[in-house]
Structures are given as structure tokens and as C-alpha cells.
């Protein structure tokens, strides 16, 4: 039987003394069941209780809560708190203290009165930061602009703000600090100077730029205030709900009037006095948020005649005045009706959500493209066969893979660089996209998959596959492109993948031995050649017009949405309804009507005046798709093709197949194609194509992804030189939309992150649609970055080549090799003993897999469980493969983890790679050849020097092959001493001098 015992928490400790909850099982506190019970009284009566065994009601205390099952295994623990530091003493840095809660510190410029102030802006640190938010966006309040201008200002000895315009609003990250700086120049007359406040965020790096958020001018003189509010509050004003509006505790209305008091809350009021007004109690004098229409706010952007009488108020009472159309006079005096501040003039205007973010993406570095950037080479010799190439296919030295295998297991020395030439695109574009994609898609995967090719590289060759002016767009070669891209990121150093301008590279590539060896020596997976030069891909930052206007599209027009019944499909309908201005739209999805949650959509947007039509449609089928096209009325013909649709079918590239590739191929590039084919006689707006970063980065796991959305970017640029509209966005990832992005694992989502790819919000990605279309290029990547993330993987070997110029040098990976060819990390375990060098190789093992899953330490990757059952798949299995090869300098097989099941197991293998067979490698004197190899490969073809190297390497040769015989024969003949060479002759021999000396020798034998 369970006994409830009812007490309050005072009478606990007395219960207890008297034995009253000997047999209670169960006791209720009737004081603490409240939304938040005072946190002593509660610690005290739960301590007490379990002291003595008792277990309280939780459900009474916590009115709600569930019980949960714990996990079976031991707990594992991770600290995630900050550890706390004292507030650095900036003086120590040869900096001023700004005494400002916003800005820590102030630097005068030697020479000339420019100021400039920094400071770091974080919700964690600020909370009333992150109560001002418009329409759920977090966004610094304009007020803090009007704080720091004004306080700079005063610093300065300029404490008039005369005015003050904003350019962009400040929407902070969820999570993440900003750096701010207030500049305050010199400016031409003595009584005023310049002002402007910047933002940046604070994990940026050097090279990333600033965004300018408000610009205004500072006077040397204030005027006097000349109002007071005395008399409060005034007669006849009536009361108005303050409910919904922070920091205002009540408020009237007097005729146009406002009248309000407001009030820092308790954690604030001590910091009031480092600020010149609170930013809190100035956008509470504006009443904002909640003015205008539901998703829209007044949003204060020009300011003027600011002044701060009495500094450091923590309440205020408040006068608001209309002075003009959208514009208001404000004044705020203290508890005593004395002047605080006073503003002549406050310029509003309303604001939805998405223009506040598509104002904040325009200032944003999320946009970028691929620029092709020409690289530096280095001349040499050698050429086709005499460099290690070889052609595989028509015309080359070997028909296909299975001929160069046959040829090596006959003996055959396997080249350094196998050519595979794409044919050119012709007939059918969808039949010759799957003709390319299959026949390379068999040579990588049994390229990859075979062990005697190891330490050869095949070279995939295309044509007009990139965006560099040359040849015409290839769509099919660009999918190809994709394709290799992805098994680039499964197998690095395995593939080149090299797009070229001429119709026969083999025969270019043979007369060219300069460009020959610059491909052979390229660090680089990818490359473009041009009239002989070697071009490499980096992506870039797009800068957006100073003022970008999207161009609109005829309202009375229609627009047809591909994938719309997906959640990317939905949340962009909604969006071209609300934003874009569209009024007739019509929806094609695979389901159409059927579709889950579309009769809800088509009821939303028609009460906000649009006619929308929805239509189950294979767009791959072309025929299904030109009839959908015909039932658009000629009094709305249709403006504007955006296509979304998109299937997934992820695998690595040893596991795909024609027929997974045909998955994703139809509703991406068929129903691209299709919709290309029968709209370009038709005047449209715009052509916009849902591409992915897959295509331009490649991505593991998911090769036929890439293929598509490469084959996307390559038909925008086609359009483009046809003269027809054609935008292709490479989109990063989005998520929380309900489409693909958010049915991709943790761990895919994990890996993206470690990658540097921060996922969008829906809300940033379409801000990012409507930015993108301002910019007037055929392809553009709108992706979030993480530029800290990024060096930290160029810091490890782990960035993608194309992404380099974004973080600039970040020093060589771990695993570089000496002239000798000997990994690093062989170098530094030589010495060791053998017990440490297997602990350093485990610990080595254990911290990449624990990186590869995404853990913080390798405490959890113990060294005996199989990776399998530490959820390891096959693309982790790559990743940990790939950190390895950069972290050793070795090459390890795609199947490391399933041969080597364990860290242990792995470890071992690495130890003996490294460091046993390094102990008995090559003699040194083969290193010195590698090293003479490559001083041989620097000179130039028509070195006078060539001819004099030639022949001493034929007399070291002979004398080589002399001193093995003498050595041998010696003690027959007697004779080996009279066979030595004279040198001096041999050095000015001519090659038929050496010859024919040769043979007079071997004629003495």
C-alpha cells in the first residue's frame, strides 16, 4: 500500500523528525507544484527527502513530464560547458577600453582623429539581444546602431548623431558571435565627422569582407532639449494593452500621441550606465515588434537630430509624435519628466521576414562560382610512352581495361596515367548522357577496384564540360564531369579528371610534352586545358549588384513549379505567391492532387489571390509533359520554369549501376531536357534549375546525384550561349523544409558539417533564391560555409582542391613525403621503439575514426570493437580511408576497414607499411636516383645541357654494367682494370660516338 503524505517544504525537515514519513512512499509538496518553484526551497525539500529514501510525486512537481528508458551501456560522458575567463585586459594589447558594454576597445590612429572601436556581439552573452526578432528572425534592433554611433561619438567629443541611415539589418546566427567595429573618420569640416558601423562574423577569417550596416554623420554640438514630461500621465490619455511589447510596462494614447513608461529588466538595470541609451528602452519607444500586418514590422532605416541628455537611464517615460508620412519625433525623459534623449525624426518602413533576410543574404558571402584560374607549369621532356601514358579505347594502345590488365599480367610495366577520351555528344542529348556516364562509370569502377593500378592514375578526358570560354557547352561530358568528381572524393590520387579544347587530345597531348608533364606533376584532381594552358577550378565569391532587384516576372503570366508536392516544392510555391508576386502557378508533381498536404496549399494561396493549378505529371515523359504544357491559356502564357524535381539513390561509386543512375537521371536532366526542348521558342522570364553543390564539389556516396546536377549546371550554360535564360543554383544543403535534405541521416548531415557546409533554413534559402537571380551568370552555388571548418581541413589534407582559394595557404598535410619518398610520420616513428610506435599509430587510428563518425574524442572508439558496430558504413569506412592516406602519406586500399576490422587491426597494418617495411626499404642510393629523376624532369627540351646529361648517363650506365662484370670475371681474365672508361672522352662523345664506342667494347668481350 502506498502512502501520500501531503506537507509544505518548511515542514519537511520536522516530518521527518517525528518519524511522519517512516512509511511513505510517495510525498506530494504542494508548495513547489509551480510553472517555476523557487530553486532553494526546492533543493532543500528534494535533498532532505533523499536522504532518507523518499522518492516525491514527479508528476506533481513537474506537471507533463514522462518517464524514460536509460541507456543499457554505460554512460558516456562529454563536457560541453565553456570554461569561464576573466575579461581580457586589452591595454595589454596597446588598445583603449571603450567602456561600452557593446565595443571593448578603442584605437586612435598615430597622425589623424579617425577612431575606430571593436567589440563581439553573442546572444550567449547578451540576452536582450535575442529577444527582438522580426517574424522569428533573430535581428540586432536598429536602436543598437543609434547606442553605438552615439556612444562612439561621445567618445569622440561629437555627441550630436545628425543622422543616421541603415543599409543592411544584422540577423544574427543561432548560434555564434559577431565582431562589430564603429569607424569614425576624419570627415572635411572640423564641427562633423563620419561615422559607420560594421559587422563580421566572428569565426571569419582575414580575407572575408565586412558588411556595412549604418552610415551616418556626427556634429560637435548638441542642441539644448527643450520638452520635459512632467505631467504623467497626461490628461485624458487613455490606456492601450502593452501586453505583446517587451520592456514597455504601460502605455496611453493622447489623439496622434504616444504615450508609454518602459523599463530595463533586473539583469539589465546595472549595465544601463554603460551604455549612452539602452538599445532595449529605444525600440521599446517604437513600439516594436508588433506594429503592421501579421509578418511584417515598422522597421526604423533613417534617422535624425539624435541626441542623449542624461546617459545610463534604466527606465524612461516616452513621447511619440507623428512628424511627417512613415516618420515620428521620439523623446524620453526619466522618472522626473527630465530630458534622457530626444530624436527629430524616425523614418519607418514595413519589412516582411523574407526581405529582411533577403537583405541580409545580399550581404552575405553565399554566393560563389567556379572560376578557372591559370596554373603555373613546369617544362619537361618526356612525352606519350617515354612520359608512362597510355590510351585506352579507339586509336589507343590498349581497346579497353580488360587489354592494358591482359598486358600487364603479361609483363607489360603499368603506366603512370592511362588516358580514357569521352566521346563527343551526338545525336539523342538523354541516350548520349547515358552512353558517357555507363562506359565511364565501368572503367572507374574496375579502375578503382583493382590493386595492379594502385599507384596509376586514370586520366578521364572531356570536352566543354566546364565553364571557361572554349568549346561548346558538352551537357553530357559536364554530367561525366559529375560522375568522376564524386569518385574523385571516394578515391583521391586514383583519377585526373581533365576537360580540353581540341578535338583530338591524344595527338595534342603527344606533341606537347611541356603540357604532358605538367598534368603528370598536377596536385590537383581536375583541370581545364586552353590553347595549351592548364586552367584549375576554384570557387569564388560573387559579389551581388550594390542594389539587387530581381526582375520581375508578368503577374498575369503563369508559372510552372516542377516538384512541387515535395517540401521544397511547397515552402517555393508559397514563396513565389507571397514574395515573388506570381498570381497564377501551376504545380506538377508525380502525385499531383494526391499529394499529401496540397489541398491545404492550394486553399492558402488562393485566399491570397492566386489561381493555382495542380497536375499529376511525369515530366521525363516528354509527351505527358507537352500536354500539361498545352493546357496553359493563351491569356496567361507561361513566364517563368522553375524545376525542383529530384530523386535520391546514394551509393558509393563501386556500388552504382546504369540502372541507379537512370533513377535519378530521369526526373533531374530528362525532365530538364524536356522542358528546355519545349519551351525554348517561348518568351520567357526566367529558366531556373535546382542544382546541387554534389555537381561542383562531387560527393561520397552519391555519384548519380552529382552526374544529374551537373548535367543542370551544363544545359544553363548551353541556354545562355543560345541566347535563352538558363540560371542553374548549386544549392548547399537546406533541411527543416520537409524535403530530401531533411531525410538524410545524422551522420550524412555530420559528414556535410565536417565537409564546411552549413545547412540553410528554408527561410535563408529562398532569401538566397530571390538574391541569386540579381546575379547575372549561368551557374551559381548558394552555399553556407564554414570558413574555420574549411581550414581545419586544409590544415589536415582533407579540402577539396577547388575550395583552396577560399582559405589561401594553409601549410601541407600531415602526411607529406620527403625526396626520399618516405612518408613523414615513417620519419618521425624511425628511432621509436616498437611499443610506441604501435601506440602512436592506434591513438593515430582511434582519433580519425572517432573524427570520421563525428565524436569529440577517441575515448569512445575503443581499440578492439569492430568498426561496424561503432556505426561505421561504407561512406564512413571511405572517409576514415581518406584521413588516413593524408594523415601517413600511404596508400590503403578502398576495403581498409572491412580487411582490418578493428583501430587495432588497422594500426598494425599501418605499422607494418610504415615503419617495417621502411626499415628494409630501397637502399638509399634508389632515393638518390628518384631524386635525380626528378632534376632530370625540370630541364627544358632544348637545354644545350641535355646532350652533355645524355651521355655522362650512358657512361655511368656502362660503367655500372662494367664494374658487375669485372667483379664476376675478374679472376678469369685479369683484365677488368684495363676496361676503365676514359670519362673525358665519353663526356664530349656524340650519341653516335657512344654507340659505336659501345660497340667496339662489347666486341672486346
Known amino acids: 500500500v502506498t502512502t501520500f503524505v501531503e506537507i509544505g517544504p518548511g515542514g519537511v525537515l520536522s516530518a521527518l523528525a517525528q518519524g511522519c514519513l517512516d512509511d511513505a512512499d510517495i510525498v506530494t509538496v504542494p508548495a513547489l507544484r509551480t510553472d517555476r518553484p523557487e530553486p532553494q526551497a526546492l533543493t532543500l525539500a528534494l535533498g532532505q527527502l533523499h536522504a532518507h529514501g523518499v522518492s516525491p510525486d514527479w508528476g506533481a512537481l513537474f506537471p507533463g513530464a514522462r518517464r524514460i528508458d536509460l541507456p543499457t551501456y554505460a554512460f558516456q560522458r562529454e563536457r560541453y560547458w565553456l570554461e569561464g575567463t576573466a575579461a581580457p585586459d586589452v591595454s595589454s594589447a596597446g588598445l583603449d577600453s571603450a567602456g561600452h558594454a557593446l565595443l571593448g576597445a578603442v584605437v586612435e590612429t598615430a597622425g589623424a582623429p579617425d577612431l575606430l572601436f571593436t567589440g563581439r556581439l553573442s546572444p550567449a552573452d547578451l540576452p536582450w539581444i535575442a529577444d527582438h526578432a522580426v517574424g522569428g528572425v533573430p535581428v540586432l534592433p536598429v536602436a543598437a546602431f543609434v547606442d553605438l554611433a552615439l556612444s562612439a561619438g561621445r567618445r569622440a567629443g561629437f555627441p550630436h548623431l545628425d543622422q543616421l541611415d541603415l543599409d543592411a539589418p544584422l540577423v544574427l546566427a543561432e548560434q555564434g558571435a559577431v565582431r562589430v567595429q564603429v569607424q569614425i573618420g576624419a570627415g572635411d569640416d572640423p564641427d562633423r565627422r563620419p561615422v559607420g558601423v560594421f559587422s563580421r562574423p566572428a569565426a571569419a577569417g582575414a580575407d572575408e569582407p565586412w558588411v556595412r550596416h549604418a552610415t551616418g554623420e556626427l556634429t560637435l554640438n548638441a542642441p539644448a532639449p527643450d520638452f520635459d514630461l512632467l505631467l504623467w500621465p497626461p490628461t485624458g490619455a487613455e490606456p492601450v494593452d502593452v501586453e505583446d511589447r517587451p520592456y514597455l510596462r504601460a502605455a496611453w494614447r493622447a489623439g496622434e500621441e504616444l504615450y508609454a513608461e518602459a523599463v530595463l529588466p533586473a539583469t539589465e538595470q546595472g549595465r544601463a550606465g554603460r551604455y549612452a541609451l539602452h538599445p532595449a528602452l529605444l525600440t521599446a519607444a517604437l513600439g516594436l515588434p508588433g506594429a503592421g500586418e501579421p509578418g511584417e514590422v515598422r522597421m526604423p532605416y533613417a534617422w535624425s537630430g539624435l541626441s542623449v541628455h542624461t546617459p545610463g537611464a534604466g527606465a524612461v517615460r516616452v513621447r511619440v509624435r507623428p512628424a511627417g508620412e512613415d516618420t515620428v519625433a521620439i523623446e524620453l525623459a526619466d522618472a522626473d519628466g527630465s530630458p534622457v534623449a530626444s530624436a527629430a525624426s524616425v523614418r519607418t518602413r514595413t519589412m516582411s521576414a523574407q526581405q529582411v533576410l533577403a537583405s541580409r543574404v545580399a550581404h552575405q558571402d553565399w554566393m560563389f562560382g567556379v572560376e578557372w584560374v591559370?596554373?603555373?607549369?613546369?617544362?619537361?621532356?618526356?612525352?606519350?610512352?617515354?612520359?608512362?601514358?597510355?590510351?585506352?579505347?579507339?586509336?589507343?594502345?590498349?581497346?579497353?581495361?580488360?587489354?592494358?590488365?591482359?598486358?600487364?599480367?603479361?609483363?607489360?610495366t603499368v603506366p603512370a596515367h592511362v588516358?580514357?577520351?569521352?566521346?563527343?555528344?551526338?545525336?539523342?542529348?538523354?541516350?548520349?548522357?547515358?552512353?558517357?556516364?555507363?562506359?565511364?562509370?565501368?572503367?572507374?569502377?574496375?579502375?578503382?577496384?583493382?590493386?595492379?593500378?594502385?599507384?596509376?592514375?586514370?586520366?578521364?578526358?572531356?570536352?566543354?564540360?566546364?565553364?571557361?570560354?572554349?568549346?561548346?557547352?558538352?551537357?553530357?561530358?559536364?554530367?561525366?564531369?559529375?560522375?568522376?568528381?564524386?569518385?574523385?572524393?571516394?578515391?583521391?590520387?586514383?583519377?585526373?579528371?581533365?576537360?580540353?579544347?581540341?578535338?583530338?587530345?591524344?595527338?595534342?597531348?603527344?606533341?606537347?610534352?611541356?603540357?604532358?608533364?605538367?598534368?603528370?606533376?598536377?596536385?590537383?584532381?581536375?583541370?581545364?586545358?586552353?590553347?595549351?594552358?592548364?586552367?584549375?577550378?576554384?570557387?569564388?565569391?560573387?559579389?551581388?549588384?550594390?542594389?539587387?532587384?530581381?526582375?520581375?516576372?508578368?503577374?498575369?503570366?503563369?508559372?510552372?513549379?516542377?516538384?512541387?508536392?515535395?517540401?521544397?516544392?511547397?515552402?517555393?510555391?508559397?514563396?513565389?505567391?507571397?514574395?515573388?508576386?506570381?498570381?497564377?502557378?501551376?504545380?506538377?508533381?508525380?502525385?499531383?492532387?494526391?499529394?499529401?498536404?496540397?489541398?491545404?496549399?492550394?486553399?492558402?494561396?488562393?485566399?491570397?489571390?492566386?489561381?493555382?493549378?495542380?497536375?499529376?505529371?511525369?515530366?521525363?515523359?516528354?509527351?505527358?509533359?507537352?500536354?500539361?504544357?498545352?493546357?496553359?491559356?493563351?491569356?496567361?502564357?507561361?513566364?517563368?520554369?522553375?524545376?525542383?524535381?529530384?530523386?535520391?539513390?546514394?551509393?558509393?561509386?563501386?556500388?552504382?549501376?546504369?540502372?541507379?543512375?537512370?533513377?535519378?537521371?530521369?526526373?533531374?536532366?530528362?525532365?530538364?531536357?524536356?522542358?528546355?526542348?519545349?519551351?525554348?521558342?517561348?518568351?520567357?522570364?526566367?529558366?531556373?534549375?535546382?542544382?546541387?553543390?554534389?555537381?561542383?564539389?562531387?560527393?561520397?556516396?552519391?555519384?548519380?546525384?552529382?552526374?544529374?546536377?551537373?548535367?543542370?549546371?551544363?544545359?544553363?550554360?548551353?541556354?545562355?550561349?543560345?541566347?535563352?535564360?538558363g540560371t542553374s543554383l548549386a544549392w548547399g544543403l537546406w533541411t527543416d523544409n520537409g524535403g530530401m535534405g531533411d531525410r538524410i541521416t545524422d551522420a550524412d548531415r555530420n559528414r556535410m558539417g565536417r565537409a564546411g557546409v552549413v545547412p540553410?533554413?528554408?527561410?535563408?534559402?529562398?532569401?538566397?533564391?530571390?538574391?541569386?537571380?540579381?546575379?547575372?551568370?549561368?551557374?551559381?552555388?548558394?552555399?553556407?560555409?564554414?570558413?574555420?571548418?574549411?581550414?581545419?581541413?586544409?590544415?589536415?589534407?582533407?579540402?577539396?582542391?577547388?575550395?583552396?582559394?577560399?582559405?589561401?595557404?594553409?601549410?601541407?598535410?600531415?602526411?607529406?613525403?620527403?625526396?626520399?619518398?618516405?612518408?613523414?610520420?615513417?620519419?618521425?616513428?624511425?628511432?621509436?621503439?616498437?611499443?610506441?610506435?604501435?601506440?602512436?599509430?592506434?591513438?593515430?587510428?582511434?582519433?580519425?575514426?572517432?573524427?570520421?563518425?563525428?565524436?569529440?574524442?577517441?575515448?569512445?572508439?575503443?581499440?578492439?570493437?569492430?568498426?561496424?558496430?561503432?556505426?561505421?558504413?561504407?561512406?564512413?569506412?571511405?572517409?576514415?580511408?581518406?584521413?588516413?592516406?593524408?594523415?601517413?602519406?600511404?596508400?590503403?586500399?578502398?576495403?581498409?576497414?572491412?580487411?582490418?576490422?578493428?583501430?587495432?587491426?588497422?594500426?598494425?597494418?599501418?605499422?607494418?607499411?610504415?615503419?617495417?617495411?621502411?626499415?628494409?626499404?630501397?637502399?638509399?642510393?634508389?632515393?638518390?636516383?628518384?631524386?635525380?629523376?626528378?632534376?632530370?624532369?625540370?630541364?627544358?627540351?632544348?637545354?644545350?645541357?641535355?646532350?652533355?646529361?645524355?651521355?655522362?648517363?650512358?657512361?655511368?650506365?656502362?660503367?655500372?654494367?662494367?664494374?658487375?662484370?669485372?667483379?664476376?670475371?675478374?679472376?678469369?681474365?685479369?683484365?677488368?682494370?684495363?676496361?676503365?672508361?676514359?670519362?673525358d672522352r665519353i663526356d664530349a662523345a656524340t650519341d653516335d660516338e657512344m654507340f659505336d664506342l659501345i660497340d667496339q667494347e662489347l666486341g672486346s668481350l
Not at 617515354?386 to 591482359?406: I, Q
Not at 505567391?577 to 488562393?606: F, K, Q, T, Y
Not at 685479369?974 to 672508361?981: H, M, V, Y
Request: with cysteine; hydrophobic share 50%.
Open 419 to 725: 588516358l580514357l577520351p569521352c566521346a563527343p555528344s551526338r545525336g539523342d542529348l538523354a541516350a548520349a548522357t547515358r552512353d558517357a556516364l555507363a562506359g565511364v562509370l565501368s572503367v572507374v569502377r574496375e579502375w578503382v577496384a583493382d590493386e595492379r593500378f594502385s599507384d596509376a592514375r586514370l586520366v578521364v578526358l572531356t570536352r566543354g564540360a566546364v565553364e571557361l570560354d572554349g568549346p561548346e557547352a558538352d551537357v553530357a561530358h559536364a554530367a561525366v564531369a559529375g560522375l568522376v568528381k564524386s569518385a574523385q572524393t571516394e578515391h583521391p590520387d586514383r583519377i585526373l579528371l581533365v576537360d580540353v579544347d581540341v578535338d583530338d587530345p591524344v595527338a595534342a597531348f603527344a606533341t606537347d610534352s611541356a603540357l604532358v608533364a605538367a598534368l603528370a606533376a598536377l596536385d590537383e584532381p581536375q583541370a581545364a586545358v586552353r590553347d595549351g594552358k592548364l586552367h584549375v577550378p576554384r570557387l569564388a565569391r560573387i559579389t551581388p549588384p550594390e542594389e539587387p532587384a530581381a526582375p520581375a516576372w508578368n503577374p498575369e503570366g503563369t508559372v510552372l513549379l516542377t516538384g512541387a508536392t515535395g517540401g521544397l516544392g511547397r515552402s517555393l510555391a508559397r514563396h513565389l505567391v507571397a514574395e515573388r508576386g506570381a498570381r497564377r502557378l501551376l504545380l506538377a508533381g508525380r502525385r499531383g492532387p494526391a499529394a499529401e498536404g496540397i489541398g491545404e496549399l492550394v486553399a492558402e494561396l488562393s485566399a491570397s489571390g492566386a489561381h493555382v493549378d495542380v497536375a499529376a505529371c511525369d515530366i521525363a515523359d516528354r509527351d505527358a509533359l507537352a500536354a500539361l504544357l498545352a493546357t496553359i491559356p493563351a491569356e496567361h502564357p507561361l513566364t517563368a520554369v522553375v524545376h525542383a524535381a529530384a530523386v535520391l539513390d546514394d551509393g558509393v561509386i563501386t556500388a552504382l549501376t546504369p540502372d541507379r543512375l537512370d533513377t535519378v537521371l530521369r526526373p533531374k536532366a530528362d525532365g530538364a531536357l524536356n522542358l528546355h526542348e519545349l519551351t525554348r521558342d517561348l518568351d520567357l522570364a526566367a529558366f531556373v534549375l535546382f542544382s546541387s553543390l554534389a555537381g561542383v564539389l562531387g560527393s561520397a556516396g552519391a555519384a548519380s546525384y552529382a552526374a544529374a546536377n551537373a548535367f543542370l549546371d551544363g544545359l544553363a550554360r548551353r541556354r545562355r550561349a543560345a541566347g535563352l535564360p
Open 760 to 983: 540553410f533554413t528554408p527561410s535563408e534559402g529562398l532569401a538566397l533564391f530571390d538574391a541569386a537571380l540579381t546575379v547575372d551568370r549561368p551557374v551559381i552555388v548558394p552555399v553556407r560555409l564554414d570558413v574555420p571548418g574549411l581550414r581545419a581541413m586544409a590544415r589536415t589534407g582533407l579540402l577539396p582542391a577547388v575550395l583552396r582559394g577560399l582559405v589561401g595557404s594553409a601549410g601541407a598535410a600531415s602526411g607529406e613525403t620527403a625526396d626520399s619518398g618516405t612518408p613523414a610520420l615513417a620519419r618521425r616513428l624511425a628511432g621509436m621503439p616498437e611499443a610506441d610506435q604501435e601506440k602512436i599509430l592506434l591513438e593515430l587510428v582511434r582519433n580519425q575514426a572517432a573524427a570520421a563518425l563525428g565524436h569529440a574524442t577517441a575515448a569512445r572508439v575503443e581499440p578492439t570493437t569492430a568498426f561496424r558496430d561503432i556505426g561505421f558504413d561504407s561512406l564512413t569506412a571511405v572517409e576514415l580511408r581518406n584521413r588516413l592516406k593524408a594523415a601517413t602519406g600511404l596508400r590503403l586500399k578502398p576495403t581498409l576497414v572491412f580487411d582490418h576490422p578493428s583501430p587495432v587491426a588497422v594500426a598494425r597494418l599501418l605499422h607494418k607499411n610504415l615503419v617495417r617495411e621502411s626499415a628494409a626499404e630501397i637502399p638509399p642510393v634508389l632515393g638518390e636516383l628518384d631524386r635525380l629523376e626528378t632534376l632530370l624532369a625540370a630541364l627544358a627540351p632544348q637545354d644545350a645541357l641535355r646532350d652533355k646529361v645524355t651521355a655522362r648517363l650512358k657512361a655511368l650506365l656502362w660503367k655500372w654494367t662494367d664494374t658487375q662484370g669485372t667483379a664476376s670475371n675478374t679472376a678469369d681474365t685479369g683484365a677488368g682494370a684495363d676496361r676503365d672508361l676514359d670519362l
Open 374 to 412: 591559370e596554373h603555373a607549369t613546369t617544362s619537361a621532356p618526356a612525352t606519350g610512352a617515354e612520359a608512362g601514358w597510355a590510351v585506352l579505347g579507339d586509336g589507343g594502345a590498349f581497346s579497353d581495361l580488360d587489354a592494358l590488365r591482359g598486358a600487364v599480367d603479361d609483363g607489360t
